[in-house]
């Protein structure tokens, strides 16, 4: 069992930078993929960047060139750099550990506000 907990979120101006963290424990971190999803008020879910234990990553589009995801296996810690945030960028960012398609762990979110 894995427990998440993300922090870092906030009210941020549009073209601002904000640091997610997400603390994992309870498990080996480092055989997880680590994913950030971002939820916009009344949409679904979805993931805007992984990585691997390895260490690879993946973003989607819209956020490539702006966030970064990365870890610190030995911290347990899994972190989104997120810049030149947009008002679209709004909404609840949650952490994922993912293990084959058997396992994943979530934790509770935290809010990002992008607004003037």
């Known amino acids: 069992q894995v427990q998440l907990v993300e922090s870092g979120g906030g009210l941020v101006q549009p073209g601002g930078s904000l640091r997610l963290s997400c603390a994992a424990s309870?498990?080996?971190?480092?055989?997880?993929?680590m994913g950030w999803y971002h939820q916009a008020l009344g949409k679904r879910r979805k993931l805007v960047a992984s990585?691997?234990?390895?260490?690879?990553?993946t973003y989607i589009e819209s956020v490539k060139g702006r966030f970064t995801i990365s870890r610190d296996n030995a911290k347990n810690m899994v972190y989104l750099q997120m810049n030149q945030l947009k008002p679209e960028d709004t909404g609840v960012y949650s952490c994922?550990?993912?293990?084959?398609?058997?396992?994943?762990?979530w934790g509770h979110g935290t809010q990002v506000t992008v607004s003037a």
């Open positions: 994922e550990a993912r293990l084959g398609l058997s396992f994943s762990y």
């Open positions: 309870g498990g080996t971190f480092s055989i997880y993929t």
């Open positions: 990585i691997s234990g390895a260490g690879n990553t």
